[in-house]
C-alpha cells in the first residue's frame, strides 16, 4: 500500500512536518502550472492518481481527519514547496495528500478570499492547528507577503523522485519554467478555450 509519508524525503524542511494546515495560496508565476493542469483534472491519469491518494488517506481529510463517505469532495492536494534562492528559484512537488474541501480553501485561498473572509476558512486554521486568533492572523499575513515576494520571482519546476518513481507521467513538469505575469497569461488563454499547454 502507498504511504504518502514516504513521498516525503528525509531533508524536506518544507511546509508542514506534521500536516499541518498552512495557508499557501499559489504564487502568480506557477498558476496553471501543476499535475492537475499537467494531465487535466478530469483525465484518467489524474482521477487515477487522486484514487490512489485518497485510498491511502482512507477517505480522510489528512488535516483536520474528518472522513468522507467515498471519498467523495475529497481534493488531492498537490504538495509543493517552495525555495528561494536568488536567480533560480525551484517549486517542487513533494507530495500529494487528501484534503477536504474547507481544508482545501484554507490552504489555497483566493487572496481576496484569505483578506476579506475570516468565516469558515479562517476558522479552519484555527481548528485544525489548534491556534489562538492571533496565531491564525500572523499566518494570513505570512501568507500574504510570502505570495507577494514569490509572485516576483522566476520559478522553474521540479518533482521529488519518489512521485516521479510512481508516476513517471508527472516527467514533464521538471524544468517547466514560470515568470512573473505567466501565470495570469495561462489563465486568460484557458478561459479563451486555448489548448492548455501553450
Ligand atoms: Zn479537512
Known sequence: MFDIADTVPGNYTGLMPDWELIPVPIPEPLWNLSAAQLLGSSSKLWRGIRAEVLAAASNTCQTCGRPVRDGKGLVCDEV????????????????????????????????????????????????????????????????????????????????????LGRWPVLRPLVGQVGEPGDGTRRVALRRAGMPRRS
Open 80 to 163: 509543493w514547496d517552495y525555495q528561494e534562492a536568488g536567480q533560480l528559484n525551484v517549486a517542487r512537488l513533494v507530495a500529494m495528500r487528501a484534503l477536504c474541501p474547507l481544508c482545501d480553501r484554507s490552504r489555497h485561498p483566493g487572496m481576496a478570499g484569505l483578506i476579506s473572509s475570516r468565516i469558515p476558512p479562517y476558522m479552519q486554521l484555527m481548528r485544525v492547528n489548534h491556534w489562538g486568533h492571533a496565531q491564525a492572523e500572523a499566518a494570513v499575513a505570512r501568507a500574504w507577503a510570502d505570495w507577494q515576494r514569490r509572485s516576483q520571482l522566476v520559478w522553474v519546476l521540479d518533482v521529488v523522485p519518489e512521485l
